[in-house]
């Protein structure tokens, strides 16, 4: 059996708070964000999602910032994921965040209260302070590729910090039009993280769907992982605006499982 840890990206509802009736990323992004904000529901809220998550056959999962935004979330947020994610038995694969230079520490000690050494998503990374906090909580940093067109455009931006790397988002690979397991090979030992996402045309709008009914070679890209030695988690990822995705998750897990062992 592989090693790679399966998680579950918790962004796949980001529609889940406006009843999948999402009208761009922004207004899942902002709805999600304000239900879980409020401290006194957060701990309900976290259950129910966790729960969902555990049904579909998951031990890990990706905790998305519009459920805990470094922003806004207080040692107590931090303390009741915690507790909450134990109850369920789930890991933290990685934390996935947006964070600009005011809240890239308090990103960085989330992602070590959440039990994980993967921070990804955005983060200054040509700010050196940013490396220096990597170092501090002995993390590893994954940068997201959406409007970059090419791994070697991913590799400029990181440099030759070995803390810095790049989380692998294979449908935005797609929309770019660049090779997904190709893009694999080119990064080799700079992925740090992976979301495998396919997507229904290349270019905008970014519409992902159920593997197989894309653009992406997603089974290339889990052998293009295997071939480069990627040992770290591949997180399944599917945000659809406008319903549920829990059923085609829960089949691209078990799709998932089967390429990997």
Known sequence: MSANTISFMSANYVAREVGWAMHGWGHGDAATNDAFRPIDTFGERLD?????????GFDAIDIWGGHLNPEWATDEHVAVARERLAAHNLRVASYQVYAGPAHAARACEITVALGTRVLSGFVPVADPAVG?????????????????PTPQVMLEKIG??????????????????????????????????????????????HETCRWGEGIVDIEGCVRALQRVGYE????VEHEPETFDPSEDVRAMRAELEEWLR
């Open 48 to 56: 129910a999602l966790l729960a969902d998550v555990r049904a579909l």
């Open 132 to 148: 220096e906090l990597l170092a501090q909580h002995d993390l590893v940093f994954g940068l997201e590729n959406h409007p970059e």
């Open 160 to 205: 030759d910090d070995p803390r810095l790397g790049v989380c692998v988002d294979t449908g935005w690979f797609g929309t770019q039009g660049y090779d997904a397991p190709q893009a694999i090979e080119e990064l080799r030992d700079r992925v740090v993280h992976v979301h495998l996402k396919d997507v229904l045309a290349l270019g905008e709008p």
């Open 232 to 235: 770290g988690a591949i997180s």
